[in-house]
């Protein structure tokens, strides 16, 4: 499911513009850049002028000796020519792949800010093709379409003062018969940038499908289904094909069209010129020196093309780029945020409500629980009840949407975002590792911890395996390393989330992929770090219950009871929730 | 493991490598070169039908400067005499000619424009072909971000050449060969001055041509990090904010994207030399046909209307080379590309299946699965597996026990052919996995591992993946085996509901409760459970289990849980350690012998759950 670009043309252009902000501070190599182009494309205009010169004065004159200066003076005008485009290069090397860099950087920064629900709805596929293929398009404009849609500009203008300096009704014939370009570049670019945004969004289509065939091609492979994931790939190669297509013919429709006006205007000038110099109204000096002008005004002409092609990509480019940036950032520090230094670890519902965003379906409906310091409660209830969900709040992946959060009696939406997440730690069903050492993945959120409290956190949850890896700590792990099976990592993540001495500790159905040995060893570890720890546990087995000092029930996003393992045992809803008596015969299917 | 440390820079060997040693940078080129080629083949008609428009498109354009001056020096000449037939004839040329140019050139631009975007297209189609045929050894140690980069970023390179390029070259060619000849037609020794401009740029073009490339090379490696850092972080988001990774992700990939400011920068500098360099010399050499020329006119050997169609042709000499020069930057950039997915090409499926697989028995296959003198190693000299026999009759429940690390997923995923053995052999049916083609193979074996992955799409879309021919009845029936039908109705459109990106909505049990509905449906001869039910809760188990007793009645099946419910179901519990199958029996007999490991291990388990 691609974003739909529901924006007008004109934001397009008004994004492309709200991009200056990362041009600002290389204006002065802009500058440079446009002062290098104009003079050398000046310079290269004056060369047409020396051939005047040359046959007006040496020529007519039969004076050999004149030949040499203006020889001379053509040969300087072709290296200052040649100098300002290498000197133009070496500055926009820099300037624009930095202003690329920053974009990007800044993208990606933003991106990593964004909360939880909006990567829920964004495929990562559309998110990449903005970081690279779109800013790529718009480095592109910057770096040659903005400056030669000036120089272009200029050499237009001024190339149209020299012909009517030339000759007043032959420069009128110049200027009436390229005017209808404008009228062209018109019709083009309306339809140009609305195809060319389609081009982009497929583009991220395309990038969405690959990276779900790369990430599930474990599952792919396991049902064989290669076929299917070659099929939705080629619908989506071709869709992209038959818009790409589409730019493609409108293209070469409106460059045919403005390789035609210069020849046209060539034409005429011919048939009048020649007419003017027949009547002796112009010289044949001037009607060459003319000629040749106009070959001049051949190329701000047919560069037009592709300038307003490049143009209309970026501006399309640079909106959907702006998307990103305009994404409220629904989670975010308030104002005046308070920054927690030390947290006893208090941690209570109030009237909690959650509703995922975009749908209708509280998962959560007023919930209210308070953990008291050192105190752990543990969630039990059925797959789908709201678990995870409740789970995810404290740490404010999601922002309630009633009542409130608090830690230490202060609502978690007055703090910083930053020192909340130092004090609420989460480790999560599926634990992910970063492509980087195990040490770098246990200290992610404290990157200060000592190596005694490395081996401390390992020990808790019963990762000494880690050091056994072929580098030891070392070890590069997560996607680009060492493959490691679902239990080590569960492992090493409840070692990140221990080592960070939270003063909240969520455990979503930490121990999930363990056995039964292990996950009594990590238990009896992690009880003791549960004395010192505020503790909410998702659980599905009666062995992390004992874990816990309280329990709660959930049912359908709603706490129905809280108590104690054995008062809750009194529940049949309850027993039946962790009830392992396989003897008995199992529950027949149950219809919602 | 892959064969690079064998064959040195067969497959992707390379693709890392900024510094390719001299004697291997002809095996990549012609490679590439290989693939340029194999590409471009399918089209050839239409490149000779595009090419001749652009030369006829062309030649209208060069004609253009030669009646201009056979204007100034015919027309006006009859002008002055009022014949005004010459001049009228003239214009009328010129004007056919323009016309002729533009409508040829369109017909260059789309058609070029349609070669490429096919080109593209069957490209892509075939890279991410083999990158599905590609063993998941290889994906592995590949990763994610570059198999993107590779479809996307690569591609974006060749897609640009097409765009920009292609009809600057041709053009480019065919003005220099045609305006080289009617320069030296027109004027000899003029001629030969002109062209004599060709040495310097030679040798600059040589040297350009050496150096992009390697700068390209970074190019394309630099992007593929960029694009790995930009995906692994957002798939990881939740981790990024609970643990406050950002700053530190900024920091990394911050550098990441300056080493790629830094390697376009290389490319962009040299281009900054190149392209000034041939200009240079182009004005250099119309400077110095005014001095001559001028000399031969003042000395009578020329008219002037020939030395101003020289000028004029000089630009259109000059000009195009220049332009040559960005076209040659834009496949420089291309080529790295090409020679990226070249490599990917070249490597070999690391589990090949035959076109045409060994036919299946007329009443389908059994199940009877046997493993035989099998050895398994991920890296070399660390076997996983050494001499490990196993006989499954069709129709058994086999489940896997033993700590991590034993070897039981290892099993597992030999027996879906996920890997090959690096000795031995296994079965199905007496039937080699090797002999079978990818629907036998999936007819014969289906698994289910602890990822649960969620494709985008329905509830509905995921169940039938395996079964894509699947009724609704049939798939609703498979979810409500499983109780799928718990929480479906909770989505909103229940089976027809989007589960949205990689499923992020739904809870690793809600997951693991589709993943297995997708397995009972797929309805194999060999089903594998890895850890595929460690997420759900103990009422949803139960009903997994029933679920289970009736598929596993007569199938074989392979379970490997650490919850031992799930063993109680099987009719037979291996005990792996160390690759070694230390236990076989039936768990009933195994508790009943009570101090073998599985009985302790049941034992524990019992404890936990009081």
């Given amino acids: 499911m691609s974003k739909p670009g529901g924006r007008s043309f004109a934001s397009a252009y008004r994004s492309l513009w709200r991009l200056r902000s990362f041009v600002r501070p290389y204006n002065r190599q802009m500058l440079v850049m446009l002062a290098c182009a104009v003079i050398a494309v000046a310079a290269s205009t004056l060369i047409p002028l020396v051939l005047e010169a040359v046959v007006n004065g040496p020529i007519h004159h039969h004076n050999r000796g004149a030949l040499v200066p203006m020889f001379l003076l053509a040969l300087a005008l072709g290296m200052v020519e040649a100098g300002l485009i290498a000197a133009r290069r070496r500055v926009q090397s820099v300037a624009i792949q930095m202003v690329e860099r920053e974009i990007r950087n800044d993208l990606y920064a933003r991106l990593q800010r964004l909360p939880v629900a909006f990567h829920d709805e964004w495929q990562t596929g559309q998110l990449l093709s903005r970081a690279t293929t779109d800013l790529g398009t718009i480095r592109r404009f910057l770096g040659f379409g903005a400056i030669y849609f000036v120089v272009d500009g200029m050499q237009y203008a001024v190339v149209m003062a020299l012909l009517f300096a030339t000759y007043v009704p032959l420069g009128a014939v110049a200027l009436v018969t390229t005017l209808p370009v404008i009228w062209m570049a018109k019709r083009f670019g309306a339809g140009y940038s609305h195809i060319s945004r389609r081009v982009q969004d497929q583009q991220g289509d395309l990038a969405t499908i690959t990276e779900e065939a790369a990430t599930g091609m474990r599952v792919v492979k396991a049902f064989g289904r290669g076929p299917l994931m070659q099929d939705r790939f080629g619908v989506s190669a071709r869709t992209l094909r038959s818009s790409s297509l589409e730019l493609v013919r409108l293209r070469a429709r409106f460059w045919g069209w403005l390789t035609l006006v210069p020849n046209i205007t060539m034409a005429a000038a011919v048939l009048v010129g020649g007419i003017a110099v027949a009547q002796g109204s112009l010289s044949v000096g001037a009607l060459v020196a003319f000629t040749t002008l106009l070959v001049l005004l051949q190329f701000p002409i047919i560069d037009l093309g592709w300038i307003l092609s490049m143009a209309q990509q970026a501006a399309t480019a640079a909106d959907r780029v702006c998307e990103i940036f305009d994404a409220t950032m629904s989670i975010d520090d308030r104002p005046g945020a308070l920054t927690l230094g030390q947290s006893t670890g208090r941690l209570a519902f109030e009237h909690v409500g959650f509703t995922f965003p975009g749908s209708d379906r509280a998962v959560l409906r007023d919930v209210n629980l308070t953990i008291e310091p050192g105190e752990t409660v543990a969630i039990v209830g059925l797959t789908g009840s709201g678990k995870s969900s409740l789970a995810a709040l404290p740490a404010r992946l999601y922002d309630v949407t009633s009542g409130r959060i608090t830690l230490d009696d202060i609502d978690i939406r007055d703090l910083t975002i930053e020192s909340l997440r130092r004090h609420v730690a989460v480790v999560f069903e599926d634990p992910t590792l970063f492509s980087m050492s195990v040490r770098e993945n246990i200290v992610l959120g404290r990157p200060d911890a000592t190596g005694d409290e490395i081996a401390e956190a390992l020990d808790i949850a019963q990762a000494g395996f880690a050091y056994d890896l072929p580098w030891g700590l070392d070890t590069r792990v997560g996607e680009q390393g060492l493959a490691l099976s679902g239990g080590q990592r569960q492992r090493l993540a409840l070692a990140r989330a221990v080592i960070s001495r939270p003063s909240v500790l969520v455990l979503d159905d930490p121990l999930s992929a363990l056995d039964v040995n292990t996950e009594a060893l990590i238990e009896e570890a992690l009880g003791r770090v549960l004395q010192k720890t505020t503790g909410l546990i998702v659980v599905h087995r009666p062995s992390t219950v004992a874990l816990a000092d309280r329990v709660a029930l959930l049912q359908d996003g709603v706490l129905v009871a809280v108590g104690t393992h054995h008062e809750l045992m009194e529940l049949p809803a309850y027993a039946s929730v962790l009830s392992v008596d396989f003897t008995s015969p199992p529950e027949p299917s149950r219809t919602p | ?610």
């Fill in chain 2, 1 to 610: 493991m892959s064969s690079t440390s064998t064959q040195a820079w067969r497959g992707i060997a390379a693709e890392e490598v900024e510094e390719v040693p001299s004697d291997w940078t002809g095996l990549l080129r012609r490679r590439t070169r290989r693939l340029i080629g194999s590409v471009a083949r399918p089209h050839k008609r239409a490149i000779v039908l595009i090419t001749i428009a652009i030369v006829v498109s062309n030649l209208a354009a060069t004609a253009i400067p030669y009646l201009v001056g056979l204007g100034i020096d015919r027309g006006i000449a009859g002008a002055r005499h009022h014949d005004y037939v010459p001049i009228a004839v003239i214009t009328g040329l010129i004007a056919i000619c323009a016309l002729l140019q533009a409508l040829l050139y369109r017909v260059f631009v789309s058609g070029s424009g349609r070669v490429g975007q096919e080109i593209i297209l069957q490209l892509r189609e075939r890279v991410f072909a083999h990158f599905q045929r590609l063993s998941l050894a290889f994906h592995e140690h590949y990763t994610t971000g570059r198999m993107i980069a590779r479809l996307t970023s690569d591609f974006e390179s060749i897609n640009d050449m097409f765009n920009l390029g292609l009809d600057t070259l041709v053009n480019s060619v065919l003005s220099v060969v045609g305006v080289g000849t009617i320069l030296l037609v027109l004027d000899l020794p003029l001629g030969l001055v002109c062209l004599s401009g060709f040495v310097p740029l030679y040798f600059l073009s040589r040297w350009y041509q050496r150096e992009s490339t390697k700068a390209y090379r970074v190019t394309r490696n630099a992007m593929a990090q960029v694009i790995v850092q930009f995906t692994e972080s957002l798939r990881g988001i939740r981790a990024v904010h609970a643990f406050r990774r950002a700053p530190r992700n900024d920091e990394i990939f911050g550098e990441l994207s300056e080493g790629y400011r830094a390697a376009m920068s290389r490319s962009f500098q040299l281009l900054g030399i190149y392209w000034p360099g041939i200009v240079l010399v182009g004005n250099i050499t119309t400077a110095a046909v005014l001095l001559y020329g001028g000399w031969r006119v003042i000395g009578g050997e020329m008219e002037v209307g020939v030395l101003t169609s020289f000028v004029l042709y000089l630009r259109r000499f000059f000009e195009p080379l220049a332009e040559v020069s960005q076209f040659y930057d834009s496949f420089q950039a291309a080529a790295a590309g090409f020679e990226k997915l070249a490599g990917v090409l070249d490597e070999d499926p690391g589990v090949p299946m035959p076109a045409h697989g060994a036919p299946l028995p007329a009443g389908g296959l059994k199940g009877a699965v046997t493993f035989s003198n099998v050895r398994f190693a991920y890296r070399e000299g660390a076997n996983v597996l050494a001499g490990f026999d196993l006989d499954i009759p069709a129709g058994q429940t086999v489940a896997l026990v033993g700590e991590t690390g034993a070897g039981k997923s290892t099993v597992a995923r030999l027996l879906a052919r996920f890997y090959d053995p690096t000795e031995g052999k296994v079965t199905i049916d007496g039937i080699p996995l090797e002999a079978l083609d990818q629907h036998s193979l999936r007819r014969a074996v289906a698994m289910v591992t602890q990822e649960s992955f969620i494709f985008s799409g329905t509830i509905a879309d995921n169940i039938a993946f395996g079964s894509p021919d699947a009724s609704e009845e049939q798939i609703i029936s498979a979810a409500r085996a499983v109780g799928v039908d718990s929480f479906v109705h909770t989505l909103g459109d229940g089976y027809e509901s989007d589960v949205g990106k990689s499923g992020s909505r739904l809870s690793a049990g809600q997951r693991q409760l589709v993943a297995l509905a997708r397995a009972f449906l797929a309805d194999p001869a060999v089903l594998i459970l890895d850890e595929a039910s460690s997420s759900l809760d103990a009422p949803m188990e139960r009903l997994v289990q029933s679920a289970l007793r009736t598929v596993l009645a007569d199938r074989t099946a392979v379970i490997i849980a650490h919850r031992l419910s799930t063993v109680e179901i099987a009719d037979r519990v291996l005990v792996l350690d160390s690759g070694h199958i230390v236990e076989d029996g039936p768990p009933g007999r195994l508790l009943a012998e009570g101090r073998g490991h599985y009985a302790s291990l049941h034992a524990a388990w019992r404890d936990s759950l009081v």
